[in-house]
């Protein structure tokens, strides 16, 4: 579901950029290199996935993209919710929008 936004729009929608390639590096390298591939998922914002020969792949991301991905999640839950999504995605995309000043509380008569 998390691709639901990457898949549907193309990545040329300001919103979904093109997705990175992942990272893939074996469990010993990853054990060796514990701190760089740390590093490197919470610097740029990337994914990492540790194979390992006799057990199944584990992917590493930073929480940030944990809580990215959790949030998405939760907003396209709702069938009514994603499809406001898709129309706001797609006037992004048209540029059918107009910009609006926010309204602060002090200032309204």
Same mark, same amino acid.
């Not at 054990?31 to 490197?40: H, I």
């Not at 390992?52 to 584990?58: K, M, T």
């Not at 940030?64 to 949030?71: F, L, P, R, S, T």
């Given at each position: #579901?998390?691709?639901?936004?990457? #898949?549907?729009?193309?990545?040329?929608?300001?919103?979904?950029? %093109?997705?990175?390639?992942?990272?893939?590096?074996? $469990?010993? =390298?990853?054990?060796?290199?514990?701190? *760089?591939?740390? =590093? &490197?998922?919470? =610097? =740029? *914002?990337?994914?990492?996935?540790?194979?390992?020969?006799?057990?199944?792949? *584990?992917?590493?991301?930073?929480?940030?993209?944990?809580?990215?991905? #959790?949030?998405?999640?939760? @907003? @396209?839950?709702?069938? %009514?919710?994603? %499809?406001?999504?898709?129309?706001?995605?797609?006037?992004?995309?048209?540029? %059918? $929008?107009?910009?609006?000043?926010?309204?602060?509380?002090?200032? &309204?008569?």
């Amino acid at each position: #579901m998390y691709n639901y936004l990457y #898949m549907s729009f193309p990545s040329s929608c300001e919103l979904a950029p %093109a997705p990175k390639a992942m990272k893939i590096v074996n $469990y010993t =390298d990853a054990r060796n290199g514990l701190k *760089a591939v740390l =590093d &490197q998922v919470s =610097d =740029d *914002a990337d994914v990492t996935i540790i194979t390992r020969r006799d057990g199944p792949d *584990a992917v590493v991301m930073s929480k940030a993209h944990y809580d990215g991905i #959790m949030e998405t999640l939760h @907003l @396209l839950r709702s069938p %009514a919710n994603a %499809a406001r999504l898709r129309v706001s995605v797609a006037n992004v995309r048209d540029k %059918a $929008y107009q910009a609006r000043n926010l309204i602060h509380p002090d200032e &309204q008569a």
